[in-house]
Nanobody, 120 residues
């Protein structure tokens, strides 16, 4: 069964850093482009970043470009999101999903997500 498990969230002060992790199981992780998306009640879902299957290419939403870095370790079936210079507007529930910026909505398997709260 496809089962993403996100972790690493928590409370962080503005300007701080946090690294999220997502461990995947139940499918061939190394063959999929992966994305991070986030959700807030005010804005709904926002695609954040994607990385190709081999990790060779990545892309970011303008709102996080230059502050977030996506990476993956295919040997560990794990996706990462390094978040630096965090802002209050980064507060959200973060999910990892199979797919790109244009296909993630088609994914039917979601984890619990991990909550990031940026506040002083």
């Amino acid at each position: 069964q496809v089962q993403p498990v996100e972790s690493g969230g928590g409370l962080v002060q503005p300007g701080g850093s946090r690294r999220l992790s997502c461990t995947a199981s139940g499918y061939a992780f190394s063959t999929y482009t992966m994305s991070w998306v986030r959700w807030t009640p005010e804005k709904g879902f926002e695609w954040v970043s994607e990385i190709t299957a081999d990790g060779g290419k990545s892309d970011y939403a303008n709102s996080v470009k230059g502050r977030f870095t996506i990476s993956r370790d295919n040997a560990k079936n794990t996706l990462y999101l390094q978040m630096d210079s965090l802002k209050p507007e980064d507060t959200a529930l973060y999910y990892c999903l199979r797919g790109s910026s244009t296909t993630w909505r088609q994914e039917g398997y979601w984890g619990q997500g991990t909550q990031v709260t940026v506040s002083s």
